[in-house]
């Protein structure tokens, strides 16, 4: 039971804002983009729902791909928006490609998966399209996680092993039932990857509030923050609906402002990417269906994440 318990653990905590919140996020996006879009994306919606989480499932089983979820800014010393260049030539010039990637690389892959999804539009390659548009809205969502921006990422430096699940997870779970996630339309964004870099450094300056509240909290509740739950077949332990219901308060709507600028930033960008290819007609795409040898890509990729059970870490030293 034991070996269940710290396996489930493992999961929730390299599950960037969890399964549920990813799908909800992309799946959202869909009804923010204009007219000449909104049918071709609202066809594949459920695949772009289902989709939203295979970043993570990479992570599994492709040693490359837990860089491109977080960026520690901490690691550049204060004002890293202004001491890290924002291009990657420029900057894997300055620090090193190795080093850039310990520290994570959120960012410049964010602009990266939008030039792919560009040329995709370009080509009007729909089945690229849409693995391309699931990709970036995860990704477009990790960047306005706190905690993806930071060495700190889950509590550890400060006593607060657990905080990355509770924050991403466990309240959008608890509490999204009741978020207004109406953001108006998708809208055109001039600069991709400045853009990429202002969403990780607003988001930073949260980071803060999400340790320090949480720290005050938890000496008032002392043990009592955690309860077991039975979640299938198997018993976990949790933060309690209390405790995450008196922490999502101080929060004071962070974790739905950050679901919405998900969402609307995520539609942008597919808007974006669609606006600078030309604006192709996707009406044209409206009979795509995934290849066989799709499909079995799909499965061949969904039995290897089954069979890892283990993601890879993230690949650099926590530092004291």
């Known amino acids: 039971m034991k070996l269940r318990i710290a396996l489930i653990v493992v999961l929730l905590l390299c599950s960037s804002w969890g399964f549920f919140g990813h799908k909800k996020i992309n799946r959202l996006a869909v009804f923010t983009l204009p007219s000449d879009m909104i049918g071709f994306y609202k066809k594949n919606i459920q695949f772009l729902e289902e989709a939203a989480v295979n970043p993570d499932r990479r992570r599994y089983i492709q040693a490359d791909e837990a860089a491109r979820h977080f960026i520690d800014l901490d690691a550049y010393g204060d004002s890293a928006f202004f001491r890290v260049p924002h291009f990657w030539k420029e900057a894997s010039a300055k620090f090193g ?160 402002r950050q679901m919405r600028a998900s969402i609307l930033m995520t539609g942008s960008l597919w808007f974006t990417a669609w606006v600078d290819a030309g604006q192709p007609d996707l009406k044209q795409l409206l009979d795509y269906k995934a290849s066989s040898v799709e499909i079995k890509r799909r499965q061949e990729e969904l039995k290897k994440w089954k069979a890892a059970q283990k993601p890879v870490e993230r690949s650099h030293e926590f530092e004291e």
């Open 97 to 256: 490609e190795d080093s850039l990637k310990a520290h994570g690389i959120l960012p410049w892959n964010i602009a990266r998966v939008y030039l792919q999804l560009k040329e995709a539009f370009q080509v009007k390659d729909p089945e690229r399209i849409l693995k391309l548009s699931a990709d970036l809205g995860h990704y477009v969502a990790d960047a306005h996680v706190p905690l993806h921006t930071t060495k700190n990422y889950d509590g550890q430096l400060t006593n607060q092993s657990g905080i990355h699940a509770f924050w991403e997870s466990r309240l959008p779970e608890l509490f999204s039932g009741n978020y207004n996630f109406v953001t108006g339309k998708a809208r055109y964004i001039e600069n991709v990857q400045e853009t990429a870099w202002r969403i990780a450094a607003h988001t930073n300056q949260s980071l803060d509030s999400v340790l320090r509240l949480e720290k005050q909290l938890s000496e008032k509740w002392s043990d009592k923050r955690f309860n077991f739950e039975t979640q299938g077949r198997q018993t976990v332990k949790v933060f309690s609906s209390d405790y995450a219901k008196a922490y999502h308060s101080l929060l004071n709507g962070m974790v739905e």
